[in-house]
């Protein structure tokens, strides 16, 4: 049974920084591209950031590159995102994902929160 279990979440102030963590667990982790996603309230869910297996390649939405990175640790079986110079905009709640013999799996999301 396919787990994703994300942590790391957190009320920050503008500026500071949060490193998230995704557990993942029921599928052999390390030959699956894995991505974190947001949703804010009152909008869609919005891809974040995604990596390939092998940890080798990366993309970004466009607002958050340069101040995100995403990254694993297959040994682990865990995907982070680290999150730097967070903006109130960023408050949202974060899920991470896989595709998993074509069916979507989700965690149940950590919360973020900008805010001074």
């Known amino acids: 049974q396919v787990q994703l279990v994300e942590s790391g979440g957190g009320l920050v102030q503008p500026g500071g920084s949060l490193r998230l963590s995704c557990a993942a667990s029921?599928?052999?982790?390390?030959?699956?591209?894995m991505r974190w996603y947001r949703q804010a309230p009152g909008k869609e869910r919005e891809l974040v950031a995604g990596i390939t297996s092998a940890g080798d390649n990366t993309n970004y939405a466009d607002s958050m590159k340069g101040r995100f990175t995403i990254s694993r640790d297959n040994a682990k079986n865990t995907v982070y995102l680290q999150m730097n110079s967070l903006k109130p905009e960023d408050t949202a709640i974060y899920y991470c994902n896989v595709v998993w013999w074509s069916r979507v799996y989700w965690g149940q999301g950590t919360q973020v929160t900008v805010s001074s």
């Open positions: 029921g599928f052999t982790f390390s030959r699956y591209s």
